[in-house]
């Protein structure tokens, strides 16, 4: 594009961030230098009791926690967007009407356009993958999320089938679910026995809106008028952590963040799907905020390839990069990264399905 160089991508593609995503606080950034991840996972926070011992006799050996490498590929993640020959010839129009005017901004906007679109695309798989694995325990890719089918990159926790767990009654099947008294004491309990001290539960928006609406909750956490008059509204969700709060006897100190995140896949076909990719009616309890790490590398596709014209911005994990091909005339823009945000612990938290009284999804 004419007046386009990588000084001018470089200065707007730097003002772009990630601030409407979840998954760099859930999974923050750690480079590497391979196309691979790896992490230990090891059965931390037991309290192993020493033994009382006569004085003089051999000291009992105890048993070293054991620790398991979780590891896999990190994927390409690329996605692309081009102006056709008609958009080009109206950005020459504009390029020509700019000449005595110094105020360039709608040039700016119109190349800009597809450089936001492509750090945006890449930003929204991670973020897809991350709420997907955080909410099944894995993460799989198939035609009807992904444009391009690669098994290979498949991921399952493997997390314990003890650690996938119902509910008493289901939070859909009307309004006398315990999630207060039973539920969540239950996956606590179950925490515990794990080592575990959960802190903080997870999920969407939805799920949180059917937890909210249980009589139990309402109750719980309406205040002395509301439930003398009788008129109570669904509580918040500053309402309902208020009440986990004061309760920390009970709850210890537990939590709860809403994901609310809507993200569109665009399928070969050309259809677009949007949703949450956190799951329905499911809650993850877990020790922290941090789930674990986004493990990146630089693309290749950054390096400056002998007779290269392609103008090319790294920033963060992110390559963006512009090139035009001449028959047909058009300009390509593309987004690349080589990321994956990996699970660390996913063994010691619990899956809990609020729409049934066990575990049945994939």
Not at 50 to 71: C, H, N, W
Not at 117 to 146: K, M, P, Y
């Amino acid at each position: 594009m004419v007046g386009l160089n990588e000084k001018d991508m470089e200065a707007v593609i730097h003002s772009y961030d990630l601030k409407d995503y979840y998954y760099p606080t859930l999974f923050p950034l750690k480079e590497t230098n391979f196309l691979t991840w790896k992490m230990l996972e090891a059965q931390s926070g037991l309290k192993i009791a020493a033994d009382l011992v006569s004085r003089g006799a051999t000291i009992p050996k105890k048993t070293r926690e054991a620790i398991s490498r979780i590891q896999g590929d990190i994927p390409k993640i690329s996605i692309a967007r081009e102006k056709n020959e008609d958009e080009l010839t109206e950005y020459d129009i504009m390029v020509a009407m700019s000449s005595t005017n110094p105020d360039l901004k709608a040039l700016v906007e119109f190349w800009a356009e597809d450089t936001k679109f492509c750090w945006d695309g890449v930003a929204a798989r991670a973020e897809w993958i991350a709420l997907r694995q955080i909410s099944l325990g894995q993460v799989r890719f198939t035609n009807s999320n992904n444009a391009a089918v690669v098994t290979e990159y498949n991921v399952d926790y493997l997390i314990p089938s003890e650690q996938k767990i119902g509910v008493s009654t289901s939070y859909t099947s009307g309004t006398g679910a315990k999630p207060l008294s039973v539920d969540i004491p239950k996956a606590l309990k179950l925490g515990k026995k794990l080592g575990a001290s959960y802190k903080f539960a997870f999920m969407n928006v939805d799920t949180f809106e059917k937890f909210a609406s249980q009589e139990e909750v309402l109750k719980k956490c309406s205040s002395y008028i509301q439930n003398v008059s009788g008129v109570q509204d669904a509580p918040d969700l500053t309402t309902v952590n208020a009440y986990l709060a004061k309760k920390k006897e009970l709850y210890r100190g537990l939590q709860i963040i809403v994901i609310d995140q809507e993200i569109t896949i665009e399928l070969a076909d050309g259809s677009r799907q949007t949703s949450n990719p956190f799951e329905d009616d499911v809650i993850l309890f877990s020790e922290s905020k941090v789930l674990g790490s986004t493990y990146w590398k630089k693309p290749i596709d950054a390096k400056k390839m002998p007779g290269s014209v392609a103008d090319k911005v790294m920033h963060g994990h992110t390559l963006v990069k512009k090139y035009s091909e001449e028959s047909p005339v058009k300009e390509v823009t593309e987004g690349i990264a080589n990321l994956f945000p990996a699970w660390n612990l996913a063994g010691r938290s619990v899956l809990m399905q609020t729409n049934d009284t066990g575990w049945n999804k994939n």
